[in-house]
């Protein structure tokens, strides 16, 4: 049974660029949500979404976008990139209404 | 404004001793509180979890202690292991709203051997 996959491992991109990150979830699960980690911090919500549609959403700026699919994969995207995006992004499956959230391994962006 | 704050932030421990870790939270409308694990490269993995309906949790060499008054709730790592060397986040959500965590800043802890 195949857990949550991330899509690249890492990636490195230039200040002022876009990038998109890619999740699948758990097989069985139908909500996904994204968190970033910077170095030496938790993780913090970016957003979350179930069926088709941005659920919640943390503190972060609308360069940060999302979407997902119907067959529940999701996309993260970043635009107009700075130095502080620098981070571990972290893609979390679970059932909607359960907390048994399962953390991909990550994509670690850094931006130069 | 971090929502949960957790301590140490670094901890050594000999093999075979106990690891504390502590957090706290001031949302009271939290309900679910879980640990997890972080190893280097990796992402975070369930440890265990706890609802405020019990003061205990017990898996393995794994406890959560919870004090609901004092919102308070601690780790507890029994007979610690080399192995057990990695990066721990306490976290909170609140059940009524979106299940988003809140995490910890984490404590990293080493076992020596």
């Known amino acids: 049974d195949a857990g949550v996959t991330q899509s690249p491992t890492h990636l490195i991109k230039t200040r002022g660029q876009q990038v998109t990150l890619r999740c699948s979830p758990k097989s069985g699960h139908d909500t996904v949500s994204w968190y970033q980690q910077a170095l030496g911090q938790g993780p913090q919500f970016i957003f979350q979404y179930y069926e088709e549609e941005e659920r919640q959403r943390g503190n972060f700026p609308d360069r940060f976008s999302g979407h997902q699919f119907p067959n529940y994969s999701s996309e993260l995207n970043v635009n107009a990139l700075l130095l502080g995006d620098s981070a571990l992004y972290l893609c979390?499956?679970?059932?909607?209404?359960?907390?048994?959230?399962?953390f991909g391994s990550g994509t670690r962006l850094t931006v130069v | 404004q971090q929502q949960v704050k957790q301590s140490p932030q670094s901890l050594i421990v000999q093999k075979g001793g106990i690891s504390i870790i502590n957090c706290a939270y001031e949302n009271t409308a939290f309900d679910y509180f879980p640990w997890y694990q972080q190893f280097p490269g990796k992402g975070p993995a369930l440890l265990i979890a706890i609802r405020p309906d019990v003061s205990e949790k017990k898996e393995g060499r794994f406890t959560i202690s919870f004090n609901k008054s004092a919102k308070q709730f601690s780790l507890h790592i029994m007979d610690s292991q080399p192995g057990d060397s990695a990066t721990y986040f306490c976290?909170?959500?609140?059940?009524?709203?979106?299940?988003?965590?809140?995490f910890g800043t984490g404590t990293r802890l080493t076992v020596i051997p």
């Open positions: 976290a909170a959500a609140d059940q009524t709203g979106a299940n988003n965590l809140f």
């Open positions: 979390a499956s679970s059932r909607m209404i359960h907390y048994g959230y399962t």
